[in-house]
């Protein structure tokens, strides 16, 4: 995972070794201003990812739920476009706000669509989250092309990590302290995870745990939408992985969750800047193309063991 | 003690439990008897704070230095009463990949918080132990029986070492040889750990033979409670069940014959 990182660090489109890194000052700039702006957001988004695709999968009780099959991340999308229209100039602390308060809100829309499916654990479940996704989808859209959004909108929705700079990835340290608070609390959402009956007996207030756990994920997806754009399945291929490896206890799998996120996402990332060099394919499409294989893999290997 | 009072609850407009009012001692083993729907497990939870009641209340009395002090299950902390009370219920549907020991541990959430001391980890091995799942204890429980998870579950609730445990139908998917030994582990639950259970049981013969107390529910209402030479009796079973019930004493145990 260092080696990646490492890697991560020295590919680019400017030229740096350590002999220039060490004698060129402009190397050094280059390198302080791009490429670890740009390292530390991989790490930081793909780790909010990973964890808020854990947390969701435990309170939701299914496994194949994550930001973007929840649609949490297209109502974060909505919010920012929405923004947009209304206020264009906002700072980015209130972009942050905003799309993760909608984000809440169509994670909560979700939770209440799925009070009425009976069968948790079925594929039905993330199949309601894509289409809930899907309208905000075209609601984003249409109020985009309607006010000349459309090319800020697509440049999101690849998710790309090129123009990430200093003063633009700091937001997301706010992630960073989220997937510590996860961690803090991991107990409860596995307790949570047994459901409301064995919650309560323990002690838990589950309504309240669910609720905690979806703002920390809300606030997880806003920040990262804002800043990088969608991460889409991230969260859904590793937790799984850990998961059939681990089994599903929250707080011991999360270190592994993050580690193995992050080192998927640099892969993706430093895959999608050096095939087609030097122009760049963003690491959310090549994640999405590994993704949503590791999908389909994942539903046909879980159906033997899929029960009601 | 756990004192339900003049507790009631309905479905809609279907009234299905009450006025019922119970007092669950302190001690031994207290069995809920009765027929499908009578009311039993809406009993059970409702005294286990995992549903609420339309009306009454539920309390259970500590022991305090100022005498015994009384905890509204459904008002106090659910964090405080999840050291006095226990409860698990029939069925239980769960998608989680714990470990036997790992669920066996979150009994002990309510004292730890997550992080267990010396003391929760005798308190998991004991449990283990006792449900004679100690070599299970590293398999997944999406790798056990239905008999085994529910061993597993129990434990749990054992580890949470609190005064009073209430299950809801624990013999369910138990063959004979491990319903045999649930009851008589719970028994030893009852005598040699000083805790009080209560229990549904469907087989009214387990109910005799290993239970205090039976309490037996039909239609909602608490019909008939005593010992079991009080309640296994003929026209008292036949008066629950609507059936016609022979009961012959077989090794000192009142037995009921029901089966033509
Ligand atoms: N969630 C529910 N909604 C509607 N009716 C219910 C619900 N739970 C139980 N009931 C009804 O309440 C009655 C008592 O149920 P229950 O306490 O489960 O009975 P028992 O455990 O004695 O078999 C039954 O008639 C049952 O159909
Ligand atoms: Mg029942």
């Given at each position: 995972?260092?080696?990646?990182?490492?890697?991560?660090?020295a590919?680019?489109?400017?030229d740096?070794?350590?002999?220039?890194?060490?004698?060129?000052?402009?190397?050094?700039?280059?390198?302080?201003?791009?490429r670890?702006?740009?390292?530390l957001?991989?790490?930081l988004?793909a780790?909010?990812?990973?964890v808020?695709g854990?947390?969701?999968?435990?309170?939701?009780?299914?496994?194949?739920?994550?930001?973007?099959?929840t649609?949490?991340?297209?109502?974060?999308a909505?919010?920012i476009?929405?923004?947009?229209?209304?206020?264009?100039?906002?700072?980015?602390?209130?972009?942050?706000?905003?799309a993760s308060?909608l984000a809440?809100?169509?994670?909560?829309?979700?939770?209440?669509?799925?009070?009425?499916?009976?069968?948790?654990?079925?594929v039905?479940v993330?199949l309601?989250?894509?289409?809930?996704?899907?309208?905000?989808?075209?609601?984003?859209?249409?109020?985009?092309?309607?006010?000349?959004?459309?090319?800020?909108?697509?440049s999101?929705?690849s998710?790309?990590?090129?123009?990430?700079?200093r003063?633009?990835?700091?937001?997301?340290?706010i992630?960073?302290?989220?997937?510590?608070?996860?961690?803090?609390?991991?107990?409860?959402?596995?307790?949570?995870?047994?459901g409301?009956?064995?919650?309560?007996?323990?002690?838990?207030?589950h309504?309240r745990?669910?609720?905690?756990?979806?703002?920390m994920?809300?606030?997880?997806?806003?920040?990262?939408?804002?800043?990088?754009?969608?991460?889409p399945?991230?969260g859904?291929?590793?937790?799984?992985v850990?998961s059939?490896?681990?089994?599903?206890?929250?707080?011991?799998?999360?270190?592994?969750?993050?580690?193995?996120?992050?080192?998927?996402?640099?892969?993706?990332?430093?895959?999608?800047?050096?095939?087609?060099?030097?122009?760049?394919v963003?690491?959310?499409?090549?994640?999405?193309?590994?993704?949503?294989?590791?999908?389909?893999?994942?539903?046909?290997?879980?159906?033997?063991?899929?029960?009601? | 003690?756990?004192?339900?009072?003049?507790?009631?609850?309905?479905?809609?407009d279907?009234?299905?439990?009450?006025p019922v009012?119970?007092?669950?001692a302190d001690?031994?083993?207290?069995?809920?008897i009765?027929?499908?729907?009578?009311?039993?497990s809406?009993l059970?939870?409702?005294?286990g704070?995992?549903a609420?009641?339309?009306?009454?209340t539920?309390?259970?009395?500590?022991?305090?230095?100022?005498?015994?002090v009384?905890?509204?299950?459904?008002?106090?902390?659910?964090?405080?009463?999840?050291?006095?009370?226990?409860?698990?219920?029939?069925?239980?549907?769960?998608?989680?990949?714990?470990?036997?020991?790992?669920l066996v541990?979150?009994?002990?959430?309510?004292?730890?918080?997550?992080?267990?001391?010396?003391?929760?980890?005798?308190?998991?091995d004991?449990?283990?132990?006792?449900?004679?799942?100690?070599?299970?204890?590293?398999?997944?429980?999406?790798?056990?029986?239905?008999?085994?998870?529910?061993?597993?579950?129990?434990a749990?609730?054992?580890?949470q070492?609190?005064?009073?445990?209430?299950?809801?139908?624990?013999l369910?998917?138990?063959?004979?040889?491990?319903?045999?030994?649930?009851m008589?582990l719970l028994?030893?639950?009852?005598?040699?750990?000083?805790r009080?259970?209560?229990?549904?049981?469907?087989?009214?013969?387990?109910?005799?033979?290993?239970?205090?107390?039976?309490?037996?529910v039909?239609?909602?209402?608490?019909?008939?409670?005593?010992?079991p030479?009080?309640v296994?009796?003929?026209?008292?079973?036949?008066?629950?069940?609507?059936?016609p019930?022979?009961?012959?004493?077989?090794?000192?145990?009142p037995?009921?014959?029901?089966?033509?």
């Amino acid at each position: 995972m260092l080696a990646l990182v490492a890697l991560s660090l020295a590919v680019g489109g400017y030229d740096i070794t350590l002999e220039t890194f060490l004698h060129d000052e402009k190397a050094r700039e280059m390198f302080f201003i791009s490429r670890v702006p740009r390292t530390l957001a991989l790490v930081l988004a793909a780790a909010a990812m990973g964890v808020s695709g854990v947390v969701m999968q435990v309170l939701v009780q299914n496994k194949f739920v994550e930001p973007t099959t929840t649609g949490s991340s297209q109502w974060a999308a909505l919010g920012i476009v929405g923004l947009a229209v209304v206020h264009p100039g906002a700072p980015t602390i209130v972009r942050m706000v905003v799309a993760s308060l909608l984000a809440l809100v169509g994670t909560l829309v979700f939770l209440g669509v799925l009070r009425r499916v009976s069968l948790r654990s079925s594929v039905v479940v993330p199949l309601v989250g894509i289409m809930l996704g899907s309208v905000v989808g075209a609601v984003t859209t249409y109020l985009a092309s309607d006010n000349d959004l459309l090319q800020m909108l697509a440049s999101w929705r690849s998710g790309g990590f090129n123009d990430i700079v200093r003063g633009r990835y700091e937001p997301l340290w706010i992630v960073g302290l989220v997937v510590v608070a996860v961690y803090v609390t991991a107990d409860r959402f596995t307790i949570a995870g047994l459901g409301r009956d064995v919650a309560t007996n323990l002690g838990l207030h589950h309504g309240r745990v669910v609720f905690t756990g979806t703002a920390m994920v809300a606030l997880a997806t806003g920040v990262t939408t804002v800043v990088v754009g969608f991460v889409p399945f991230l969260g859904l291929v590793v937790p799984n992985v850990v998961s059939l490896l681990r089994g599903d206890d929250v707080r011991r799998n999360l270190p592994w969750v993050v580690l193995a996120s992050v080192a998927l996402m640099v892969v993706c990332d430093l895959v999608g800047r050096t095939v087609v060099f030097p122009l760049e394919v963003p690491a959310s499409v090549v994640l999405g193309a590994v993704g949503a294989t590791a999908f389909v893999v994942l539903v046909l290997r879980r159906k033997g063991s899929l029960r009601g | 003690m756990i004192t339900v009072d003049a507790v009631t609850k309905a479905y809609g407009d279907t009234p299905v439990l009450g006025p019922v009012s119970e007092v669950l001692a302190d001690r031994g083993i207290t069995s809920v008897i009765g027929p499908n729907g009578a009311g039993k497990s809406t009993l059970l939870t409702i005294a286990g704070r995992l549903a609420e009641p339309d009306s009454g209340t539920v309390h259970v009395h500590v022991d305090d230095a100022a005498g015994a002090v009384g905890l509204d299950v459904h008002r106090a902390r659910s964090a405080d009463v999840a050291k006095l009370v226990a409860v698990l219920r029939q069925e239980n549907h769960f998608t989680a990949r714990l470990t036997v020991r790992e669920l066996v541990s979150f009994g002990r959430f309510p004292h730890s918080r997550g992080r267990l001391t010396p003391t929760d980890v005798a308190a998991v091995d004991e449990a283990l132990g006792f449900l004679d799942l100690t070599a299970l204890q590293g398999r997944h429980l999406d790798e056990l029986s239905g008999g085994q998870r529910q061993r597993a579950y129990v434990a749990m609730v054992l580890a949470q070492g609190t005064r009073h445990v209430l299950l809801d139908e624990p013999l369910n998917n138990l063959d004979i040889r491990h319903a045999v030994r649930m009851m008589r582990l719970l028994r030893r639950v009852a005598d040699e750990l000083g805790r009080a259970v209560a229990l549904v049981v469907h087989d009214v013969n387990f109910a005799a033979a290993w239970s205090d107390r039976i309490v037996a529910v039909r239609d909602g209402r608490v019909v008939a409670q005593g010992t079991p030479e009080e309640v296994v009796r003929e026209d008292v079973l036949r008066e629950v069940f609507d059936t016609p019930v022979r009961v012959h004493v077989l090794d000192g145990v009142p037995t009921a014959v029901y089966f033509r």
